[in-house]
């Protein structure tokens, strides 16, 4: 079983649907982050969050939107998706960042179509 | 822009074989290098961490090797067993000047341990 818990496992949404990923640790990590995996691909980076606030954006589209409430959730609001859109959505902690960062610790991800 | 190489692709050895999986990065300014595996359909999960001033780290019948200046890292494993079939993937962890950094992800290498 995985430290790092992602609800729901499996979401099937429309194009004009407004949905929400959820990720939660209580590992005591200070950094959160989100990726995105296409099927027989690597994860790519979409956010990161050091302390709470948002350190790294890889000009993901408007569409996705994250939220880190405190240090043990996160959050990726979902809105006016496309289809392209549909991947698993994996979210990982580390107790750190940076220099001397830690391992990350991935959830199981949320299977996402967007039909 | 930091690249990550993974060879083989893919790998298919009878049970038992010691096997070496190759990592190559282009960018030697890292903090660290992970391997993970996945199962599919899951999440990630944290085999080893080589952090930048280190040559290798050992958990069980897994050994990972690290040359920064080379750019390159090699995942040995021992032994091998029908359950260590999985998608293993190498990343690192660039040096932007602190904070919290996201994963530069390989492609993979899908192995398959016959019985």
């Not at chain 1, 220099?99 to 039909?115: A, D, E, Y």
Request: proline residues 6%.
């Amino acid at each position: 079983d995985t430290e790092v818990t992602q609800t729901p496992k499996h979401l099937v949404m429309g194009m004009t649907n407004k949905k929400s990923l959820k990720c939660e640790q209580h590992m005591g990590h200070r950094a959160m982050y989100w990726y995105k995996q296409k099927a027989k691909k690597p994860p790519e980076l979409m956010f990161v969050y050091s302390y709470e606030k948002l350190s790294i954006n890889e000009s993901v589209p408007s569409r996705f939107s994250p939220e880190c409430p405190n240090s043990s959730l996160l959050n990726l609001h979902l809105h006016a998706l496309q289809p392209e859109d549909s991947a698993l959505y994996l979210c990982a902690s580390s107790l750190t960042g940076g220099p001397f960062s830690s391992p990350l610790h991935f959830g199981n991800g949320t299977r996402l179509t967007v039909t | 822009k930091q690249e990550v190489t993974q060879i083989p692709a893919a790998l298919s050895v009878p049970e038992g074989e010691n096997l070496v999986l190759n990592c190559s990065f282009t960018d030697s300014a890292i903090y660290n290098l992970q391997w993970f595996r996945q199962d599919p359909g899951k999440g990630l999960t944290s085999l080893l961490l080589i952090q930048s001033s280190q040559r290798e780290q050992t958990s069980g019948r897994l050994n990972a090797s690290l040359d920064k200046s080379s750019g390159r890292s090699t995942l040995y494993i021992a032994a091998s067993q029908p359950g260590d079939s999985a998608t293993y993937l190498c990343a690192v962890t660039q040096s932007t000047g602190g904070g919290a950094d996201g994963l530069t992800f390989g492609k993979g290498t899908h192995l398959i341990i016959q019985p």
